[in-house]
């Protein structure tokens, strides 16, 4: 049986990380478990309680327990709350982006403002930008959710510098152009649908969530939030109204990194 972790504490955002847990579970046909990091604490016994799910409370660094607890082979995925505006960026001040720096296994993040509770979750938006990573994360996202139904909705952001060349036949290239692009990148997922735009993928990418309906977006990732690097995951962590799905995947890019000096990509 597979279990979701839904790493809670005494605040606001608790109920949500916890709801959010259930419809990750439902997707995986998995179970749900709390666990709270500290002191054995009343309001959050009666949290989890009130969820109906069963709570682990185990004392040491957050970080470090929550690493520990989720090399679990049953663990699937890990849900928290995202890192609050004021902690957005700063990995040293937000147990959020130390935690996902490093753990191997998906990561879910909660808005803590604003954000709609998401206890079931029917259609993912799923960034894509033709890299190995990204097509890899898709194909975890497919393979966790194949008991589900759910909707994939790809986005594909073209730079400008590097819009393909098209004729007259702008409307029948464009349809044979985005379907060679799902075949070739999307093979786990033949029904998903294609939202291109023209521009900056973090610009663009939060314009499709808001606007396509989607309960989450999942984001392939290298683990990078270095200057210059991961600007679509620290715009969804900073305005997403929806969770975020966090896929590791350095190993998957690994393989087919460029010459040395070049930047690998993934967002």
């Known amino acids: 049986m597979t279990k979701v972790l839904a790493a ?19 997707l995986c046909s998995g179970t749900v478990e709390a666990l709270h990091v500290g002191e054995a604490d009343a309001a959050v016994a009666e949290t989890a309680r009130q969820a109906g799910v069963p709570l682990r409370t185990l004392a040491g660094e957050p970080v470090d327990v929550l690493a520990r607890a989720s090399v679990a082979d049953e663990v699937v995925a890990i849900v928290l709350g995202a890192p ?87 409307a029948h290239e464009v349809r044979a152009w985005s379907e060679e692009f799902l075949a070739r990148n999307c093979p ?15 610009e663009h990418v ?6 396509s309906g989607c309960d989450l977006v999942a984001l392939g990732w290298l683990q990078n939030l270095a200057a210059g ?15 975020v799905l966090l896929i590791p995947t350095r190993r998957d890019a690994a393989a087919s990194l460029p010459a040395a000096g070049a930047d690998p990509g993934g967002v």
């Open 8 to 26: 809670i504490t005494n605040n606001s955002v608790a109920p949500a990380v916890l709801a959010t847990a259930r419809g990750v579970a439902h």
């Open 206 to 211: 939060l314009d499709i969530l808001r606007h």
């Open 229 to 243: 690097h991961g600007a679509v995951v620290r715009r969804m962590l900073a305005d997403s109204p929806v969770p």
């Open 188 to 202: 786990s997922a033949p029904n998903a649908t294609l939202e291109l735009r023209v521009g900056e993928p973090h």
């Open 84 to 170: 609050d505006a004021a902690r957005a960026m700063d990995p040293a001040d937000s147990t959020a982006l130390q935690l996902i720096a490093v753990l191997e296994k998906p990561v879910v993040l909660v808005p803590r403002e604003g954000g709609a509770v998401q206890e079931v979750i029917s259609r993912i938006l799923v960034p894509l930008d033709g890299t190995a990573g990204s097509a890899a994360a898709l194909d975890k996202l497919v393979r966790l959710a194949a008991d589900a139904t759910v909707e994939i909705v790809v986005a594909h952001i073209h730079e400008a510098r590097a819009l393909p060349a098209f004729s007259d036949h702008l």
